[in-house]
Every structure is written in structure tokens, then in C-alpha cells.
């Protein structure tokens, strides 16, 4: 809302500067997000001396003057040749400039002639209503200074946030209401010499057909007007709030609509069938051309403005091209009407319209300020328009606006607020709202017609806390039970994670949770895996982002893509966050950890230039010991049935029967459809099952002791086929239930020359210990020659 | 041999004793005088030759000397090896240490871990709740029907299903007090969307909510708890403001701003000269919401406040383009470790 302190003034006695009203309005809840000078706005307009004047055979209506401001000369091309002589100085509006009726200012040229802006009339640079001669300065004026500075013109206009309740302060005069609330300020309520209020008999009819959508309807006819431009003052005024002005008939109902906030429309009557108004709700299917150039197809929720035949206006919201005021209007219909808000609100959002006058009738229009819009308007049409005869008011008004009395107990303010302001306080800030009984303990107040937005009592409590002021409450700390419980598991959880890994050296990343479906369908997951159908937003920013995520991996290898174009290859990040699947209400959401190995890392200090390619064993080991810190035994199951990871480097991931992720080296193929360069590993766990793993799996810890007697070691070292894995041959060795036998070690692995290809050596360590005593020799021996036999007979192997 | 020759090995032993500076004098010196061929060594032997009484006062001198050296000796040669480990080595001890690899967390989740801790310590509980949402409960319970020109304040994300991303967490408050009894003191970090992107918007970004709902939990009571909030997170110094404003769900409202904290409150572009920054809105929970979960309103009271996380962030740390926290370069996210 853009108010200009000038008209402001018209209305209350502002005794304060602009920066200080600002700051009077913002701690009252109105935020003034800028004070701001529309002319200064303009850009560079300044002066200029006028140095020579060449007249040319080829251009016949204008001259070039050459002119100086002060520092540089330019060429400018004028039509006001009969004005212009050499010493003058007068006002030059430089390329990138506008001027007052919004004409923008651009480097011309004519004829091979530049033009490098313009010379301004008064009327042009929004000084003064003359047009017809040039703007020109004493020669005592400095030279390229803003003729504003030299004129000493500064309008500062304030752009005030409005909260959606606030309908009533969306007008000049709504904002003077306000000011004088809250400073006491003297009000300066506009007056009306009664005889506007008399008229002509009406020689149309207005009927209202939808009560419950327009409350109140008041129409007025004004015969034998004349549209033409609108006067100097007016147009100031548009010009003030960033408003273009069209003729009279349109400036002067825009005008009403910011100074008192009541929006109007102005019909050419010739246009209305029959003389008849009618408020109704549209037909289905019932089209109108609008104002803005287009046909709307109208619902039976529609409320329009009509008469004997069709629909004309979009009631509250917009007019129609065909009923429209245009030059050639003889007679004019002014309206003035209350609409209910929501009425307003759910057409203006079925065709998605917004206009000065919707957003004000949405928010609640003033019931009895319908009237006085009328009586300003027949005010301004008097003067700017010179009707030859004008009608009576007709007013329909059903159900004329009762308000309810709100009642506020005295004691609830300080309960509220926590604090007492003062009983007498109370009782002074009421009466400012509205019509004040006490009855005993308790305030009955029926507020101001156009203080809408009160209604309870807590609306009351609050004008007075800010009225009272906010910051003039005191501070304190609440006193009370505690109520609260343990931290639920899974955020424990999720914070232990984040925790762990940031601890292993992962970078905790977060995407959104939309990505582009494409992805999914890049990962050529089977027809029927449930990721492949995510619930889509049906209004989504762009198509990159217009499905929820039902895997972590698509933001993961964005995250890949965005670091790669920007000189990062190594990544070890991990992201927690929710996947979306759809489910009869809402969506499934299931938290899940995602972890992603790109690159190279670093093994010992920077400087010893040891870089190893991640692999599958160190995602395996970071997931390994990342269950080991969470004291939760996961089983790792080679292969992945994911279609996207290269089989052989996959697993998956389980606790007891429960799958609970998957990890693997995604497939090359598929990371160069993404533009990406691998080795990528990725894994990704569903913390929802893990976390209810946890909470099933007791924690079975077995102590162990410092050992009493010493430990012994014998190593195999032996050829096997690669076929068989290690955990084969560690299962094996456990099946064997070896006496002493404390633990067993794969300490080297080895595969190439001299092993015959399709077999690898394997060196393991056994140790021995016993708990009563110390083994001999002899024992041990025995025992490892035992196992190593077992070992061989069991695989094929043979000693190395 | 004489006295007096053996006064001039004690007088030329005790003066290059005092010469010796390395392990290698060191032993040099102790062949030279205490070993098998030492100056010592051999005098005593030749002591065998003289009478028995000039052997007696000579044998003694002589060890005596000999007790003397091996003494300082020893206790020479342990200062010298102590020394010598004290010289400096070509180890470089500017150069990087191995370091494991560390990495760190979003700044997004720092903030909303110091957050909670903040509310933690006041007793609140944190709490959470889903991300698509019904219009039921991130509109309407909230007060905010369909018609309500609040909802322009918040752009909605709609899925095709009907459901629609949550525009803020306050719908948490609803599903918490439908479960819950009074008293509550509950805080909820999480996800919201809105239909906007640009330098200052993310069309995905944290908030926390807050919820506060007790027998006589007065506005007053919010002031303090927020102002308590604001200088442990901004530090001590910091000032607050507060100023009224409007949510549907909250009456009365308001909104808190704190002293710039790029400018200290002199003026500068990131609070546009006014010296203060919005940072967060709250209000007294509005009696429709009490009403629409079934809560007397003459028994309870309650606050309600809703933090955006971003925005704390990006003040906190100076950040000027929200996009950042979700593009994940590692260079941003390597800045806060040592943060
Ligand atoms: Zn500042």
C-alpha cells in the first residue's frame, strides 16, 4: 500500500517526519518496507543551458540545441522552436528517464539528427498542469542538478505492508484512521455538502438476486458527462502511487479507491440492456470478455454484474470490455457496492485474478463507507466531469451490516498479556474502537463498521497490548510442569548417525526433497518397482523438480554433477531424509540414509601423496563400522538384486530377516546417460526398519578379561580357487569348534604370478590361548596341523 | 714415579674432563684415562713397584681420582645422551599431521541442533510430523479456511493425490495437541515448501516450531522466552524488538526482530538501514485452533512461535544466496568446520 504523506495530510495532522511516522507505523504492525520519492524515481531530469540552436532545411518542425550541463554537452532535438534561445536553461530528461505521463526517454534519432532526451514541459515533469510551454530556470541555477532539488519538490510516499485482516487501513484514509489510534493525531474526516446526496428520480432498476454474495448495492447515474483527461491534481495523485491515469471517469473512481478504500465501477449506461442492474450469479457456462482482453467461462459460483441479457462485469473483480466507459460515453453508472469476501476470494482464485479492487473486497470493505465513496465521487464528477443531471443514490441494502458486540472480560487482558496495563487504560483504548459499555466485569464493545477484523475477544487483547505497545510489556519466563519425555528413538537415532558418519569423514548433504523423474527412469529399476511411481505435485517450479523423491540416490548424483562441473571429484557425503510413496491418505514417508563414495582419498598426510580410488571395501568398511558404533549386527549378503548396480561389487544389507538397504558401485552406463564420471558407490539404508531392529535386538555383549596365560600363533598360508569366498571359509572354520582357538586372521591375500590364474593364496593366523593354563608346543601343533588338514579337504586347497 | 706426577695427571685429567662436549670426547677420554692402556690404569700398576707406604698414599690418591671420573663420567655421558635427543631432527613439524578424514554437518542441521538445544534446556520436547500434509491441518485447523487471503501469504505446493506439501510446521502443533493433553512443551524442526525460488527463496526450507499451551501462559511469558532464545543464539549483546503483526492462528501476534547483526544496529543493506532483522513470528495460539482440537479455552492458554531456519543460518554466518545450502558444493560445507 504506497501512501504519499502529502494526501496523508489531508487527513490527519501529522506531526512528525516521514522516517518517524514510518517507525510509528511498523511497531503497530504495519511494516513500511520504503519510503520512497516517486520523482526522484524518474531518473536523471536535470538542468541543462542551452549553448547554440541550428536550424536545418530537413527537419522542418524542430531544432537542434546543443546544450551543456555543467560538465558534458549534448544534442537534443526540439519542436519548441519558437521557446528555445541560446543562454537559456531548462529542464533536459536524459535517455533512461520517464517522465511524469510515463513516457520513457530514449536516445532518438531523425533524419541522421541524435536526439539525447528531451526538453520537458512543466506538465511533463509533473511540476505544474501547463503543456504548452517549456520548463525553463532563472539563470542563477546551478546546471545538472535534478530540477526536483532546484524546484525544492520531494513527495515521500510510504510502502506499508498491510496484514490480510487489515482491510480497512488499504486507503489513505484508512491509514489516517490508523495514525490518529495511535498517536492521537487530529483526524480531518472528509466532508460532503449535503445537497450531493440529492438527485433525479433513478430511470433504471437495481435488483440484488444473491444476498448472500452482495451485502449492499448503491447505484447512481450521472447523464450528459464529458470523458476527457483527468485534471493535473489527480493525475499527481495516480502518479504518487504508481497509477496510470486513463480519462476522468476511470481516475476518479481509482481515486476513491485509494483515498477511501471503497472500490467503484463506472458502467457506460448506454450499454445496459433495459436500465436494468442485476447482481446474480453467473450461468455455467455464461463468457465475458474482461477488461484485461479475455474470455472467461463463468461458473454457478460466479457472481457478475449483468443486465437484462447477459453478464458485464465480474462483480468486484473486473469489468467488461463491452461496458466499459470509452470516449464516446454520454451517461455513466457508477456502482458501489459491499461483496461478501469470500465470494470475492474463491472467483478471483478460480480465474486467478488479483485486482485493487478484489484484494480490498476480500479483506473486507468498510458497509458504511459505501456510501461515502458514492458521495466523493459525485463530488469529483461534479468538478472533473460537469454531468448535466444526476440521480438519486439507490441503495440496496437487504440486510443492513448489525455488528456483534464483543465481550471482554476484565481480567482476561492481564491473563492474556501477563501483565496488567491498567484498568483505566483499557477502558480509554476501547472507546477509540468502537462503541464501549461496561457491564460489571465485563466490556461490551461494538467496534467501528470498518474494523472487520475484530471479533473476539482475543482481537480486543491484542489491540490493546499494541496499542499499549509491545516492547512496554515486560519480560518473563513461563512457569510450569514439565511434561517432557525422552527423546523419541528415531531422532536419537538420526542424530547418532549424523554423528558416526560426520566422524568417518562424511559431509552431511541435503537435497530437495522434488527431483526429476527422469532420474527414476534412468536407473532401470523393473516395471513394477513402487519407486518408479512417485507422487507427482501438480504445480510444480519446473519439471526438474516435480516429483517426490522415493530414493536419496537421484539428489546424491546431483549433488555428484553440481561438484563435478565445479573442479570437485571426491565426495563422501551422506544425506538423511524422508522418501514419499503414495498411500491411500497422504504419502508413506519413510526416513532413509543415503551414502555416496566418489573419487579418490587421501591415505596419510596430504603431502605423502598416497590417493587410492575408493572402492567397495571402503564403502563396506564405513557401513561395517558404522553398525559397529550403533552396536547393531547387520548381515551383509552379496549380490544386490538393484538393477542399477554393477552386480558383482553389491550387497545387501540385513538384520535378521529384514532387508534393510542396499550398496554397491552404480553401473557406468547409467552414470554416463547422467553425464557422470565413476567409479560412483552408493548405499542406501531405510532408517525406519533399522530403527525398529534396534529397538528388537538386545545387546548381547560378552566381556572379555585381561588373559592370564600367554597366546600362541601359527599361520597357514595356502592355494585356493577364488571361487570360494572368505566368509565360506570363515563358516567353515567356525563349524569346526576348535579347542583354544581364540581368533582367526586373514593377514595377506594374494592373487597373480606365480598362482595359477583362477586361484588366489590366503595366509591366515590362528590364535591359541588357554584360559587355565599355558598350551605346550606340542598341543598346538597337533591341533593346527588338525585344522589346516580340514581346511585343505574341505576347499581343495593346498599349502603354498 | 713421583707425587708430583701424579698431581699432574689429576690436574690435566680434571682440565680436559672439563673439555668435553660429545659422547665421542666422552669415550675417547675414557680409554685415554680409565681403560686397559689409560693414563690411570697404567699409573696404578706401576704403584706395585714403589715402597708400601708410598704405595698406600698414592694407591689412594690415585683411586680416589679414578672413583671421581668414572663418576663424573657417568653422570656425563647421561647429560650428553639426554642432550642429544634434544637436537632437532629433519622431521618438519610445520608439515600436516596424518589426519583421519573428517567430515562435518549441513550447516542447516547445526542450526537446528543449537535451536533445540536452546528449547531442550527450557524443558520443551522436540517432536515432528509429516511433510505432505492435508489441507485439514496445514489450512484449515489452523484457521485459515479456503477463502482466507492469508493463503496468499504462503504458495502451495499441491499433489496430484490432493495432499499438499506442508507450507510451514505449524500443522505439528495441531497433530501434537490432538494427542496430547495439556500442559505442552513441544519444539518441531523440519521440511517446508513453498512455490518460490530466488536469491531469498528456496522452494524447499527448514522451520521450527514451537508450542507452549498451559494453564496461564501468557504473552509476556513469550516475550522472555524469546528474548532468552535470541541472545543465545546471537550472543548476550544482542537487542530485541518486538512488533505486532497477524497470523490466523495465533491472536495476538507478533513478530520478533533482533539488532542487525551485520551493521550492530547502525544501518546497512542486509536490514535496509533500519538496524533490525525480522527473524521469527509468534503469537498466543488463536482460540479456533484450541477449539478445532477440542481444548477448553478458558483452561488453557498457549504461545506459538515458527523460526526460519535459513534465515538464522545465513544471519549467523553472513550467507547471501539461500541456493547454497542446497547446491552442497563441498567448498561451502568444508567452511563450517571450523566453525
Ligand atoms: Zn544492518
Redesign the pocket.
Given at each position: 500500500m504506497k501512501v504519499p504523506i502529502s494526501w496523508l495530510r489531508e487527513f490527519v495532522d501529522i506531526k512528525a517526519d516521514p522516517a518517524e511516522v514510518a517507525q510509528i507505523l511498523t511497531l503497530a504492525g504495519h511494516e513500511v518496507e520504503e519510503i520512497f520519492d516517486p520523482y526522484q524515481n524518474l531518473g536523471e531530469i536535470v538542468t541543462v543551458k542551452i549553448l547554440e540552436i541550428f536550424k536545418t532545411e530537413d527537419l522542418q518542425e524542430v531544432v537542434v540545441c546543443k546544450v551543456t550541463d555543467g560538465k558534458n554537452t549534448f544534442e537534443v532535438l526540439t519542436t519548441a522552436k519558437e521557446q528555445v534561445r541560446p543562454g537559456l536553461i531548462v529542464a533536459l530528461a536524459k535517455p533512461g528517464s520517464l517522465t511524469f505521463d510515463h513516457e520513457k526517454i530514449e536516445v532518438k534519432t531523425v533524419k541522421g539528427y541524435r536526439s539525447e532526451g528531451m526538453f520537458l514541459s512543466p506538465f511533463e515533469a509533473g511540476v505544474s498542469p501547463e503543456k504548452d510551454r517549456l520548463l525553463a530556470f532563472s539563470d542563477e541555477v546551478e546546471l545538472g542538478l535534478s530540477i526536483y532539488k532546484i524546484l525544492n519538490i520531494s513527495e515521500p510516499v510510504l510502502d506499508i505492508a498491510i496484514t490480510p485482516n487489515r482491510g480497512d487501513l488499504l486507503s489513505i484514509w484508512g491509514i489516517a484512521r490508523e495514525l490518529n489510534l495511535i498517536t492521537d493525531w487530529e483526524l480531518r474526516p472528509p466532508v460532503f455538502p449535503e445537497d450531493l446526496k440529492e438527485g433525479e428520480p433513478f430511470s433504471g432498476k437495481i435488483e440484488i438476486w444473491d444476498s448472500t454474495s452482495c451485502f449492499r448495492y448503491i447505484g447512481r447515474l450521472f447523464k450528459g458527462i464529458t470523458v476527457k483527461e483527468s485534471p493535473f491534481e489527480i493525475r499527481r495523485r495516480l502518479f504518487l502511487v504508481g497509477q496510470r491515469p486513463i480519462n476522468n471517469i476511470v481516475d476518479i473512481t481509482n481515486y476513491v479507491l485509494l483515498e477511501l478504500g471503497q472500490p467503484l465501477h463506472a458502467f457506460d449506461w448506454a450499454k445496459i440492456a433495459g436500465s436494468h442492474v442485476i447482481i446474480r450469479k453467473a450461468k455455467r457456462g455464461e463468457t465475458l470478455l474482461l477488461l484485461d482482453g479475455n474470455w472467461r467461462t463463468l461458473s454457478e459460483e460466479d457472481l457478475v454484474i449483468a443486465d437484462k441479457e447477459k453478464a458485464l462485469v465480474l462483480a468486484g473483480i473486473m469489468g467488461g470490455e463491452e461496458s466499459g466507459v470509452t470516449e464516446n460515453t454520454w451517461d455513466v453508472f457508477l456502482e458501489s457496492a459491499w461483496f461478501n469476501p469470500k465470494s470475492i476470494r474463491l472467483t478471483g482464485q478460480r480465474h486467478r485474478i488479483t485486482t485493487e479492487s478484489s484484494y480490498r473486497f476480500e479483506r473486507g470493505v468498510d458497509p458504511n463507507g459505501v456510501f461515502l465513496a458514492v458521495l466523493r465521487a459525485t463530488d469529483l464528477f461534479v468538478r472533473f466531469a460537469e454531468p448535466k443531471e444526476i440521480s438519486q443514490i439507490v441503495d440496496v441494502y437487504p440486510q443492513p451490516y448489525v455488528p456483534n458486540p464483543i465481550e471482554l472480560p476484565v481480567k482476561k487482558v492481564s491473563k492474556v498479556i501477563g501483565f496488567d496495563i491498567g484498568e483505566e487504560r483499557v477502558e480509554a483504548t476501547l472507546k477509540k474502537l468502537g462503541n464501549l459499555v461496561r457491564e460489571g466485569d465485563t466490556f461490551k464493545l461494538i467496534p467501528h463498521s470498518f474494523r472487520q477484523d475484530l471479533r473476539i475477544p482475543e482481537d480486543l487483547i491484542e489491540e490493546l497490548a499494541r496499542l499499549y505497545g509491545y516492547d512496554q510489556i515486560p519480560s518473563k519466563m513461563p512457569f510450569g510442569e514439565l511434561t517432557s519425555r525422552a527423546p523419541q528413538r528415531e531422532f536419537v537415532l538420526k542424530d547418532k548417525i549424523k554423528e558416526i558418519l560426520t566422524g568417518l569423514g562424511f559431509y552431511e548433504v541435503i537435497t530437495y526433497s522434488f527431483i526429476n523423474p527422469e532420474y527414476l527412469s534412468k536407473l532401470s529399476l523393473a516395471p513394477e518397482d513402487r519407486r518408479l511411481i512417485p507422487l507427482k505435485l501438480s504445480n510444480p517450479i519446473s519439471s526438474s523438480l516435480s516429483v517426490l523423491r522415493t530414493s536419496l540416490v537421484p539428489g546424491l548424483l546431483e549433488v555428484a554433477k553440481f561438484n563435478s562441473h565445479r573442479e570437485v571429484e571426491d565426495l563422501k557425503i551422506f544425506e538423511i531424509g524422508k522418501v514419499f510413496f503414495p498411500q491411500s491418505e497422504l504419502a508413506e514417508e519413510r526416513e532413509a540414509l543415503g551414502l555416496m563414495l566418489k573419487g579418490h582419498h587421501l591415505e596419510g598426510a596430504p603431502w605423502e601423496g598416497k590417493r587410492r580410488q575408493f572402492d567397495l571395501y571402503d564403502l563396506k568398511g564405513f557401513i561395517e563400522a558404522l553398525f559397529s558404533l550403533l552396536r547393531l549386527s547387520v548381515e551383509i549378503k552379496p549380490f544386490s538384486r538393484e538393477p542399477f548396480l554393477k552386480k558383482g561389487l553389491s550387497f545387501d544389507l540385513y538384520v535378521g530377516e529384514t532387508r534393510i538397504g542396499y550398496a554397491g558401485e552404480i553401473k557406468r552406463l547409467i552414470l554416463e546417460e547422467l553425464d557422470l564420471k565413476g567409479p560412483i558407490l552408493i548405499a542406501e539404508l531405510d532408517l525406519e526398519l533399522v530403527s525398529q531392529a534396534k529397538s528388537q535386538q538386545l545387546e548381547d555383549i560378552a566381556i572379555k578379561k585381561p588373559p592370564k596365560f600367554p597366546s600362541t600363533f601359527r599361520d597357514i598360508t595356502f592355494i585356493i580357487s577364488k571361487v570360494v569366498t572368505y566368509a565360506e571359509i570363515k563358516a567353515y572354520i567356525d563349524s569346526l569348534e576348535i579347542p583354544f582357538l581364540e581368533r582367526v586372521e586373514l593377514f595377506a591375500l594374494y592373487e597373480g604370478e606365480p598362482i595359477p590364474p583362477g586361484e588366489k593364496s590366503l595366509s591366515l593366523r590362528f590364535w591359541y590361548r588357554g584360559e587355565e593354563r599355558t598350551l605346550t608346543d606340542e598341543e598346538v601343533e597337533e591341533l593346527h596341523r588338525r585344522v589346516a588338514k580340514e581346511l585343505f579337504e574341505k576347499f581343495g586347497a593346498r599349502p603354498r | 714415579m713421583a707425587v708430583a706426577s701424579i698431581k699432574e695427571i689429576k690436574q690435566k685429567a680434571l682440565e680436559e674432563l672439563k673439555a668435553i662436549s660429545d659422547l665421542s670426547q666422552l669415550s675417547e677420554y675414557r680409554v685415554k684415562y680409565l681403560g686397559k692402556k689409560g693414563v690411570i690404569t697404567l699409573a696404578l700398576k706401576a704403584l706395585k713397584d714403589l715402597p708400601p707406604e708410598e704405595r698406600r698414599i698414592l694407591g689412594a690418591e690415585l683411586n680416589e681420582l679414578k672413583d671421581f671420573l668414572e663418576e663424573r663420567l657417568d653422570s656425563l655421558k647421561r647429560e650428553l645422551l639426554l642432550a642429544e635427543e634434544d637436537r632437532l631432527t629433519d622431521f618438519d613439524i610445520t608439515l600436516p599431521g596424518r589426519r583421519p578424514e573428517i567430515g562435518t554437518l549441513h550447516p542447516l542441521t547445526k542450526t537446528i541442533r543449537e535451536i533445540c538445544d536452546i528449547f531442550l534446556r527450557l524443558g520443551f520436547e522436540i517432536v515432528s510430523g509429516p511433510e505432505v500434509e492435508s489441507d485439514y491441518y496445514n489450512f484449515t485447523a489452523l484457521n485459515i479456511p479456503e477463502w482466507h487471503p492469508a493463503r496468499d501469504m504462503q504458495a502451495t505446493f499441491y499433489l496430484e493425490n490432493g495432499a499438499l506439501l506442508r507450507t510451514h510446521t505449524s500443522p505439528i502443533q495441531i497433530r501434537t495437541m490432538l494427542q496430547r493433553t495439556p500442559p505442552i512443551r513441544i519444539i518441531a524442526p523440519g521440511k517446508v515448501y513453498r512455490c518460490d525460488a530466488d536469491v531469498r527463496h528456496s522452494p524447499m526450507f527448514h522451520q521450527i516450531e514451537g508450542l507452549m499451551v498451559d494453564s496461564d501462559v501468557s504473552f509476556a511469558d513469550l516475550k522472555g522466552i524469546l528474548t532468552y532464545f535470541a541472545k543465545e543464539t546471537f550472543g548476550e549483546r544482542t537487542k530485541v524488538r518486538f512488533r505486532p503483526s497477524y497470523f490466523p492462528f495465533t491472536e495476538p501476534s507478533l513478530e520478533m526482530d533482533i539488532s542487525?547483526v551485520?551493521?550492530d544496529?547502525?544501518?546497512?543493506?542486509?536490514?535496509s538501514?533500519t538496524?533490525w532483522?525480522e527473524i521469527l513470528g509468534a503469537g498466543m495460539v488463536h482460540p479456533e485452533v484450541f477449539r478445532a482440537v477440542n481444548y477448553d479455552t478458558e483452561k488453557w492458554q498457549g504461545f506459538a512461535f515458527g523460526l526460519g531456519v535459513e534465515r538464522i543460518t545465513m544471519l549467523k554466518y553472513g550467507i547471501d544466496d539461500i541456493r547454497l545450502f542446497y547446491d552442497n558444493h563441498l567448498y561451502f560445507l568444508d567452511s563450517f568446520k571450523t566453525l
Amino acid at each position: 500500500m504506497k501512501v504519499p504523506i502529502s494526501w496523508l495530510r489531508e487527513f490527519v495532522d501529522i506531526k512528525a517526519d516521514p522516517a518517524e511516522v514510518a517507525q510509528i507505523l511498523t511497531l503497530a504492525g504495519h511494516e513500511v518496507e520504503e519510503i520512497f520519492d516517486p520523482y526522484q524515481n524518474l531518473g536523471e531530469i536535470v538542468t541543462v543551458k542551452i549553448l547554440e540552436i541550428f536550424k536545418t532545411e530537413d527537419l522542418q518542425e524542430v531544432v537542434v540545441c546543443k546544450v551543456t550541463d555543467g560538465k558534458n554537452t549534448f544534442e537534443v532535438l526540439t519542436t519548441a522552436k519558437e521557446q528555445v534561445r541560446p543562454g537559456l536553461i531548462v529542464a533536459l530528461a536524459k535517455p533512461g528517464s520517464l517522465t511524469f505521463d510515463h513516457e520513457k526517454i530514449e536516445v532518438k534519432t531523425v533524419k541522421g539528427y541524435r536526439s539525447e532526451g528531451m526538453f520537458l514541459s512543466p506538465f511533463e515533469a509533473g511540476v505544474s498542469p501547463e503543456k504548452d510551454r517549456l520548463l525553463a530556470f532563472s539563470d542563477e541555477v546551478e546546471l545538472g542538478l535534478s530540477i526536483y532539488k532546484i524546484l525544492n519538490i520531494s513527495e515521500p510516499v510510504l510502502d506499508i505492508a498491510i496484514t490480510p485482516n487489515r482491510g480497512d487501513l488499504l486507503s489513505i484514509w484508512g491509514i489516517a484512521r490508523e495514525l490518529n489510534l495511535i498517536t492521537d493525531w487530529e483526524l480531518r474526516p472528509p466532508v460532503f455538502p449535503e445537497d450531493l446526496k440529492e438527485g433525479e428520480p433513478f430511470s433504471g432498476k437495481i435488483e440484488i438476486w444473491d444476498s448472500t454474495s452482495c451485502f449492499r448495492y448503491i447505484g447512481r447515474l450521472f447523464k450528459g458527462i464529458t470523458v476527457k483527461e483527468s485534471p493535473f491534481e489527480i493525475r499527481r495523485r495516480l502518479f504518487l502511487v504508481g497509477q496510470r491515469p486513463i480519462n476522468n471517469i476511470v481516475d476518479i473512481t481509482n481515486y476513491v479507491l485509494l483515498e477511501l478504500g471503497q472500490p467503484l465501477h463506472a458502467f457506460d449506461w448506454a450499454k445496459i440492456a433495459g436500465s436494468h442492474v442485476i447482481i446474480r450469479k453467473a450461468k455455467r457456462g455464461e463468457t465475458l470478455l474482461l477488461l484485461d482482453g479475455n474470455w472467461r467461462t463463468l461458473s454457478e459460483e460466479d457472481l457478475v454484474i449483468a443486465d437484462k441479457e447477459k453478464a458485464l462485469v465480474l462483480a468486484g473483480i473486473m469489468g467488461g470490455e463491452e461496458s466499459g466507459v470509452t470516449e464516446n460515453t454520454w451517461d455513466v453508472f457508477l456502482e458501489s457496492a459491499w461483496f461478501n469476501p469470500k465470494s470475492i476470494r474463491l472467483t478471483g482464485q478460480r480465474h486467478r485474478i488479483t485486482t485493487e479492487s478484489s484484494y480490498r473486497f476480500e479483506r473486507g470493505v468498510d458497509p458504511n463507507g459505501v456510501f461515502l465513496a458514492v458521495l466523493r465521487a459525485t463530488d469529483l464528477f461534479v468538478r472533473f466531469a460537469e454531468p448535466k443531471e444526476i440521480s438519486q443514490i439507490v441503495d440496496v441494502y437487504p440486510q443492513p451490516y448489525v455488528p456483534n458486540p464483543i465481550e471482554l472480560p476484565v481480567k482476561k487482558v492481564s491473563k492474556v498479556i501477563g501483565f496488567d496495563i491498567g484498568e483505566e487504560r483499557v477502558e480509554a483504548t476501547l472507546k477509540k474502537l468502537g462503541n464501549l459499555v461496561r457491564e460489571g466485569d465485563t466490556f461490551k464493545l461494538i467496534p467501528h463498521s470498518f474494523r472487520q477484523d475484530l471479533r473476539i475477544p482475543e482481537d480486543l487483547i491484542e489491540e490493546l497490548a499494541r496499542l499499549y505497545g509491545y516492547d512496554q510489556i515486560p519480560s518473563k519466563m513461563p512457569f510450569g510442569e514439565l511434561t517432557s519425555r525422552a527423546p523419541q528413538r528415531e531422532f536419537v537415532l538420526k542424530d547418532k548417525i549424523k554423528e558416526i558418519l560426520t566422524g568417518l569423514g562424511f559431509y552431511e548433504v541435503i537435497t530437495y526433497s522434488f527431483i526429476n523423474p527422469e532420474y527414476l527412469s534412468k536407473l532401470s529399476l523393473a516395471p513394477e518397482d513402487r519407486r518408479l511411481i512417485p507422487l507427482k505435485l501438480s504445480n510444480p517450479i519446473s519439471s526438474s523438480l516435480s516429483v517426490l523423491r522415493t530414493s536419496l540416490v537421484p539428489g546424491l548424483l546431483e549433488v555428484a554433477k553440481f561438484n563435478s562441473h565445479r573442479e570437485v571429484e571426491d565426495l563422501k557425503i551422506f544425506e538423511i531424509g524422508k522418501v514419499f510413496f503414495p498411500q491411500s491418505e497422504l504419502a508413506e514417508e519413510r526416513e532413509a540414509l543415503g551414502l555416496m563414495l566418489k573419487g579418490h582419498h587421501l591415505e596419510g598426510a596430504p603431502w605423502e601423496g598416497k590417493r587410492r580410488q575408493f572402492d567397495l571395501y571402503d564403502l563396506k568398511g564405513f557401513i561395517e563400522a558404522l553398525f559397529s558404533l550403533l552396536r547393531l549386527s547387520v548381515e551383509i549378503k552379496p549380490f544386490s538384486r538393484e538393477p542399477f548396480l554393477k552386480k558383482g561389487l553389491s550387497f545387501d544389507l540385513y538384520v535378521g530377516e529384514t532387508r534393510i538397504g542396499y550398496a554397491g558401485e552404480i553401473k557406468r552406463l547409467i552414470l554416463e546417460e547422467l553425464d557422470l564420471k565413476g567409479p560412483i558407490l552408493i548405499a542406501e539404508l531405510d532408517l525406519e526398519l533399522v530403527s525398529q531392529a534396534k529397538s528388537q535386538q538386545l545387546e548381547d555383549i560378552a566381556i572379555k578379561k585381561p588373559p592370564k596365560f600367554p597366546s600362541t600363533f601359527r599361520d597357514i598360508t595356502f592355494i585356493i580357487s577364488k571361487v570360494v569366498t572368505y566368509a565360506e571359509i570363515k563358516a567353515y572354520i567356525d563349524s569346526l569348534e576348535i579347542p583354544f582357538l581364540e581368533r582367526v586372521e586373514l593377514f595377506a591375500l594374494y592373487e597373480g604370478e606365480p598362482i595359477p590364474p583362477g586361484e588366489k593364496s590366503l595366509s591366515l593366523r590362528f590364535w591359541y590361548r588357554g584360559e587355565e593354563r599355558t598350551l605346550t608346543d606340542e598341543e598346538v601343533e597337533e591341533l593346527h596341523r588338525r585344522v589346516a588338514k580340514e581346511l585343505f579337504e574341505k576347499f581343495g586347497a593346498r599349502p603354498r | 714415579m713421583a707425587v708430583a706426577s701424579i698431581k699432574e695427571i689429576k690436574q690435566k685429567a680434571l682440565e680436559e674432563l672439563k673439555a668435553i662436549s660429545d659422547l665421542s670426547q666422552l669415550s675417547e677420554y675414557r680409554v685415554k684415562y680409565l681403560g686397559k692402556k689409560g693414563v690411570i690404569t697404567l699409573a696404578l700398576k706401576a704403584l706395585k713397584d714403589l715402597p708400601p707406604e708410598e704405595r698406600r698414599i698414592l694407591g689412594a690418591e690415585l683411586n680416589e681420582l679414578k672413583d671421581f671420573l668414572e663418576e663424573r663420567l657417568d653422570s656425563l655421558k647421561r647429560e650428553l645422551l639426554l642432550a642429544e635427543e634434544d637436537r632437532l631432527t629433519d622431521f618438519d613439524i610445520t608439515l600436516p599431521g596424518r589426519r583421519p578424514e573428517i567430515g562435518t554437518l549441513h550447516p542447516l542441521t547445526k542450526t537446528i541442533r543449537e535451536i533445540c538445544d536452546i528449547f531442550l534446556r527450557l524443558g520443551f520436547e522436540i517432536v515432528s510430523g509429516p511433510e505432505v500434509e492435508s489441507d485439514y491441518y496445514n489450512f484449515t485447523a489452523l484457521n485459515i479456511p479456503e477463502w482466507h487471503p492469508a493463503r496468499d501469504m504462503q504458495a502451495t505446493f499441491y499433489l496430484e493425490n490432493g495432499a499438499l506439501l506442508r507450507t510451514h510446521t505449524s500443522p505439528i502443533q495441531i497433530r501434537t495437541m490432538l494427542q496430547r493433553t495439556p500442559p505442552i512443551r513441544i519444539i518441531a524442526p523440519g521440511k517446508v515448501y513453498r512455490c518460490d525460488a530466488d536469491v531469498r527463496h528456496s522452494p524447499m526450507f527448514h522451520q521450527i516450531e514451537g508450542l507452549m499451551v498451559d494453564s496461564d501462559v501468557s504473552f509476556a511469558d513469550l516475550k522472555g522466552i524469546l528474548t532468552y532464545f535470541a541472545k543465545e543464539t546471537f550472543g548476550e549483546r544482542t537487542k530485541v524488538r518486538f512488533r505486532p503483526s497477524y497470523f490466523p492462528f495465533t491472536e495476538p501476534s507478533l513478530e520478533m526482530d533482533i539488532s542487525c547483526v551485520i551493521c550492530d544496529g547502525e544501518g546497512c543493506r542486509v536490514c535496509s538501514n533500519t538496524g533490525w532483522i525480522e527473524i521469527l513470528g509468534a503469537g498466543m495460539v488463536h482460540p479456533e485452533v484450541f477449539r478445532a482440537v477440542n481444548y477448553d479455552t478458558e483452561k488453557w492458554q498457549g504461545f506459538a512461535f515458527g523460526l526460519g531456519v535459513e534465515r538464522i543460518t545465513m544471519l549467523k554466518y553472513g550467507i547471501d544466496d539461500i541456493r547454497l545450502f542446497y547446491d552442497n558444493h563441498l567448498y561451502f560445507l568444508d567452511s563450517f568446520k571450523t566453525l
